[in-house]
DNA sequence: TATTGTTATACTCTATAACTATA
DNA sequence: TATAGTTATAGAGTATAACAATA
């Protein structure tokens, strides 16, 4: 349990962090707002999904990923397709040009990070992804542990997923 | 220095956070919106400043903060008396009823992340904070936060990224 | 009747540019 | 001429509600 000054200044920082996110959000290409990187990071990170599935995993309303999803549908970034299994729903699928801006988004935000971060360890980052992960969890998003087999420890260990559904 | 792995996963953590801040952003009251509620807080944490100091701290564009400010202004949480040292200048500074709806905000606030964190240590929260303090700094703003650091008073050098705040 | 997804509408936040009034 | 601040405009993100098609 921490202090109320502490979580004030926890409130600060979470309201301050987006002065970065819109530093990241300047180096993405004219037509792939914001939006458009997180459908593709997602699709990218956890393969061909369902409309609904997406959305828990952007923690956004469906309407609103229903237009994201449009949006890099209509620059072939990715494919839908209906499922076989429920005539409601679409699969949605990364395409190959997708996998290429994918790719150039890495590139980008990579760039970016590596430069600003030049003088943070490995830990220290590590971290960071570490608290921030558990944050989500802990704000009831059983979404997005990514499960990427690469280099990226973190997650699991410490998230403490409450059985609670998103909003 | 990190890997190209990592960096991929503090983007996506970054972006993903948002989701924190939206919930967070979900209790305040129907007229305080979070633009509102930041220069509220901003104003409590450091006094009475110009409008270019606060532009500065919001990391935004003046133009933005104006608005913002516009809007509390218009609800008398804050008032705006001329400079006397700059005619052009305004300075801001917290009504009784703006404090009051600062507190209010507060109060909202830290119970909602009592709520969320009940399982995290003192600690834990500390280094979230420290870390999320230290990556702002790192994308070159020199914004402090009184709390942790002390040492950045108001004439700061404008050198974007030569100020660091390592904590 | 409930669920998946789309669309229409509205609100907030942000940046750019044009404008004023001072410096 | 340059700076502090305002306003107009436009673009992006999000949520709610109404709707279609299917379960």
Redesign the interface.
């Given at each position: 349990?921490?202090?109320?000054?502490?979580?004030?200044?926890?409130?600060?920082?979470?309201?301050?962090?987006?002065?970065?996110?819109?530093?990241?959000g300047r180096i993405l290409p004219a037509d792939c707002p914001?939006g458009s990187?997180?459908v593709l990071?997602l699709l990218g990170?956890h393969g061909d999904m369902r409309m609904s599935k997406l959305a828990e995993l952007l923690?956004?309303d469906m309407s609103v990923t229903s237009r994201h999803v449009a949006h890099v549908a209509d620059r072939g970034w990715i494919e839908r397709s209906p499922d076989p299994a429920d005539k409601r729903s679409r699969i949605l699928r990364l395409t190959d040009p997708g996998r290429a801006q994918l790719d150039e988004l890495?590139r980008r935000?990579?760039e970016l990070?590596?430069e600003?971060?030049?003088?943070?360890?490995?830990d220290?980052?590590?971290?960071?992804?570490q608290?921030?992960?558990?944050?989500?969890a802990?704000?009831?998003?059983c979404?997005?542990t990514?499960r990427?087999a690469?280099?990226?420890p973190?997650a699991e260990s410490v998230a403490?997923r409450t059985t609670r559904t998103p909003?």
């Open positions: 349990m921490a202090e109320r000054a502490q979580y004030e200044e926890l409130a600060r920082q979470l309201s301050a962090i987006s002065a970065v996110k819109r530093d990241l914001s990187a997180a990071t990170r923690a956004v890495s935000s990579t990070l590596a600003r971060l030049i003088d943070w360890s490995d220290d980052v590590g971290r960071l992804i608290l921030m992960t558990r944050l989500r802990s704000f009831g998003d979404r997005s990514p990427l690469q280099a990226a973190v403490h909003a």
